[in-house]
């Protein structure tokens, strides 16, 4: 999802191919990416039969692509951008680390954890700082590649309905990234694809309590 916003963001024109990735046959349709892309691991972007993988890589790409401007112009700034980039892209210390993005698709949800909590409020409190030095409505002022590489993130965790004190100070920004037309295009199309369960979503020695939280997406 972050690799294609950013290209969308970037106004590269691109075409695009499903993998499915589900087993069985996740297995063949890998093998198959194999043939072209190192890893045998999507996204995969080629150009001119050159393929780059990573989502991160793909970012960078669209961002020197349209000349730059999906990082800010400051070079401190530009590199505290990068830092949040790779902070996600290395999985946010873990934060919410049972919380899957195909979670969010899920119809019943569990309630969140105390320790996922509080890594919520940790992240968020964060994000609020950098929204109060640049003004918003962006986490730098315009929109740039640490904004779209946490919209997966912001996903799964509204869908999870999160009641912590620092999300007051990010709500703006989140319903912006939502409201965003290539995103709300992206969830279109997502949403209505059956999502995938996975055995990790439920916290070991914890009863089962799966509660049905509104769509924040019903409207997208």
């Known amino acids: ?18 993998v499915d990735i589900r087993r069985p046959q996740r297995f063949a349709n890998l093998k198959a ?3 072209f892309s190192p890893p045998a691991m999507v996204p995969v972007l080629l150009v001119d039969g050159v393929a780059i993988y990573d989502s991160l890589a793909i970012m960078e790409y669209a961002n020197d692509a349209c000349g730059g401007r999906l990082l ?3 070079v401190t700034q530009r590199a505290q951008a990068r830092s949040l980039a790779a902070w996600q892209h290395s999985g946010l210390s873990n934060i919410c680390a049972r919380i899957s993005f195909e979670s969010a698709f899920y119809p019943e949800k569990r309630t969140l954890t105390a320790a996922e909590t509080s890594e919520c409020e ?7 700082k950098y929204l109060a030095d640049s003004g918003g409505p962006f986490l730098f002022g315009s929109l740039s590649l640490a904004d779209l590489i946490l919209v997966p993130t912001v996903v799964r965790l509204v869908a999870h309905d999160p009641v912590v004190p620092s999300r007051d100070a990010i709500e703006a920004w989140m319903q912006t990234l939502l409201a965003m037309a290539d995103v709300k295009e992206w ?6 694809l ?4 996975s055995d990790d979503y439920l916290v070991p020695g914890q009863p089962i309590q799966l509660h049905v939280i509104p769509d924040p997406f019903d409207a997208a």
Do not use: C, K
């Not at 969830?187 to 209505?192: K, V």
């Not at 059956?194 to 369960?197: D, G, Q, R, S, V």
């Open 1 to 18: 999802m972050r690799a294609w916003l950013a290209l969308r963001a970037a106004g590269v024109d691109f075409e695009e191919e499903i």
């Open 33 to 35: 990416v194999g043939r």
């Open 72 to 74: 800010p112009a400051d």
């Open 122 to 128: 940790r992240l968020f409190g964060v994000l609020a």
């Open 187 to 192: 969830m279109r199309e997502a949403t209505p």
């Open 194 to 197: 059956p999502p995938i369960w």
